[in-house]
Each structure stands twice: as C-alpha cells, then as structure tokens.
C-alpha cells in the first residue's frame, strides 16, 4: 500500500460532483452507484498506484467499470494527485494542461 494522501484537482472535483448531478437528475439509484464506484476507484488507486500504465504524458488512467468515465491520476514522492475525472467519449486530453 501506497500510503500516501490523494489529492483531487479542484477541477476534477467539480467534474465528478457534476458527473454525480447529472446521474441524480435521472436516477438517485445511478448517483449513488456513480458515487460507491469513484469510492471504489480511489481506494483501489491508493492502494496501488503503479497498477495501472503509465502514458506518454506521465499519468495513468483507471477506468470505472460501470461508467464511461476515467479517473486521470499521477503519483507524486509526496502524493497521489486525481488531475480528471473524463468522461471516456468526449474531449479526449482536455486535462493534459492540469499535469504540468
């Protein structure tokens, strides 16, 4: 275990709490499963953080299993930095200014 704190991007924040809106205004049964699988996502990123490959750019994508949405990360000496929470069908690389 990693053991190091996750910190979340005010950006990537306000896209899961957007991400959270959207599934509420349809079903709160969908927000609430949104909600547990970011949960589920986190731990398993701090737990693990080199699990999953590395890109060009130097982050790493866990995608959520039961929605279309990559939770974008980089780990840090000090850190586990959430940089996006992408929805995976659009705007593919709009956060890459956020790992600079």
Do not use: N
């Amino acid at each position: 275990m990693s053991g190091k704190a996750v910190e979340f991007h005010p950006e990537a924040s306000a896209e899961a709490e957007a991400a959270v809106h959207w599934y509420r205004e349809r079903s709160t049964r969908a927000a609430e499963a949104f909600v547990a699988e970011m949960e589920k996502a986190i731990a398993a990123i701090a737990k693990a953080p080199d699990r999953w490959p590395r890109s060009e750019e130097g982050v790493r994508r866990f995608p959520l299993l039961r929605f279309p949405f990559w939770v974008i990360y980089r780990e840090t000496s000090k850190s586990i930095q959430i940089l996006a929470v992408a929805h995976a069908r659009r705007r593919p690389g709009y956060w890459h200014a956020r790992s600079s």
